[in-house]
């Protein structure tokens, strides 16, 4: 939540280019987080890719939630 910049001020603001974690970072993510927005199996296969933040937004609490340009699904930072 928030790890550069703190909560509710994006450690990505838009326009920004981010490089999505590892394949097996990703796979982690999902087997370990099981709060809201989890990762989607199509998701896993972008792992590694760099892409451009189209938006930012945040769950209650201050965790950072991104969509991507053409990436598909909800992306947490910690998977940025």
């Not at 769950?59 to 053409?70: F, K, Q, V």
């Amino acid at each position: 939540m928030g790890e550069r910049n703190g909560p509710y001020t994006a450690d990505f603001p838009k326009g920004s280019y981010v490089r999505i974690v590892e394949r097996a970072r990703l796979e982690a993510f999902m087997r370990d987080w099981h709060l809201h927005n989890p990762l989607q199996p199509e998701q896993l296969e972008y792992g590694g890719r760099t892409a451009v933040v189209a938006n930012v937004g945040y769950y209650h609490g201050g965790n950072e939630l991104y969509t991507l340009d053409g990436v598909p699904g909800i992306w947490h930072e910690r998977c940025l």
